[in-house]
């Protein structure tokens, strides 16, 4: 039974290539197109706001900082999200750095067996989140040409996240083990210039990740803009009063985050709020691209990505709600 599972995954996966390579030769040239302008997309808005902070976040992790934030905040995690202490530092990090920030973090303290399992899913449900820099920057200042729509979008986002992991508490909450002494491997000393080299290195590889992402997603949504799957998805929201175009920036954005946004964006000033929602949302949920990426970053590990998915949904729907109700105070 298992065999034939198997199989029968294996016929779709190829179905799929085959069905993927078509539709690349049919439509080349919106699909050409939309590579370009997701590269463009990536060098000029992406990466900038992200690939400082993931060297960053690569020298702090070779410091006493997780140390130290273990034993000053132990007892705040304890109460507020039935954590540990070592889960400071990806929740702070989550929050300031960006996509996938977080999920790097918390694969690199589950290796290091710092973290539980359980730690570990939990911590990925609510601290994997959009930076500041790339929500007041990239998406405020930059595609929508409004500060303060970006400051607004990161007070709902940083809401819904830390009501994620409020929420989060109470899942598993019989685990005994948990705030048990973990076992910490013991690593060699390295030299500065060596961890300079690593952390650019590995801040390379994962960039690289997020620009390929973004591009075979931005291609996967050509297509499906030439297939004509948005619109029909489109009139069907319209049945729920969202507009066509608000929906295929929807859709678009459910696939890959930063093309959703800009698709967004550039709809104009009409059903302004309803966009700024939207927009809510899908900063929260993240996208299917930004799904692939942390799966990439765990896979390595025992995590699952099932608390992820759930955690990011509720994510978004959380900041939409509270977007909802500060617009319309």
Same mark, same amino acid.
């Given at each position: ?8 995954? !294996? ?21 050409? $197109? ?44 304890? !109460? ?10 990806? +929740? ?21 067996? !710092? +973290? ?31 500060? &303060? ?22 899942? !598993? ?9 973990? *076992? ?7 030299? +500065?210039?060596? +961890? ?59 696939? $890959?985050?930063?093309?959703?946004? &800009? ?10 709020? $309803? ?17 692939? *990426? ?36």
């Amino acid at each position: 039974m298992n065999i034939l599972i198997l199989n029968f995954k !294996k016929t779709i996966i190829s179905i799929l290539c085959l069905v993927f390579i078509i539709c690349l030769l049919l439509f080349s040239n919106s699909n050409i $197109e939309a590579a370009r302008d997701s590269l463009y997309l990536w060098a000029y808005s992406v990466i900038p706001s992200l690939f400082p902070f993931f060297i960053a976040t690569e020298l702090l992790y070779c410091t006493n900082l997780i140390s130290f934030l273990e034993k000053r905040c132990n007892k705040f995690m304890k !109460k507020f999200f039935n954590l540990s202490g070592e889960a400071t530092f990806p +929740i702070i990090m989550g929050f300031i750095s960006g996509y996938p920030t977080g999920a790097k973090i918390i694969n690199e303290l589950r290796i290091d067996k !710092k +973290i539980s399992k359980t730690e570990g899913e939990h911590l990925l449900a609510f601290t994997n989140n959009s930076g500041p820099l790339f929500i007041i920057g990239t998406v405020g200042t930059s595609l929508f040409c409004n500060r &303060k729509i970006g400051l607004l979008l990161l007070i709902t986002h940083i809401l819904g996240a830390l009501s994620v992991g409020f929420i989060f508490k109470f899942w !598993k909450p019989t685990r005994k083990s948990l705030f048990i002494k973990k *076992q910490v491997n013991s690593k060699t000393p390295v030299n +500065i210039s060596t +961890i300079l080299v690593n952390s650019v290195s590995k801040s390379v590889i994962t960039i690289l990740n997020i620009g390929g992402f973004i591009v075979l997603f931005s291609v996967i949504i050509s297509i499906l803009e030439n297939l004509g799957i948005f619109n029909i998805l489109a009139n069907f929201l319209s049945n729920f009063g969202i507009s066509e175009k608000n929906s295929i920036g929807l859709f678009s954005g459910l696939l $890959e985050l930063t093309n959703g946004l &800009k698709n967004l964006s550039i709809i104009g000033t009409k059903n302004i709020n $309803e966009i700024i929602i939207l927009s809510s949302f899908l900063l929260g949920f993240g996208g299917l691209s930004v799904a692939m *990426q942390v799966y990439s970053c765990i896979s390595k590990s025992d995590l699952s990505i099932k608390p992820y998915l759930i955690g990011k949904l509720l994510h978004g729907l959380l900041s939409a709600f509270y977007t909802f109700i500060l617009i319309m105070k």
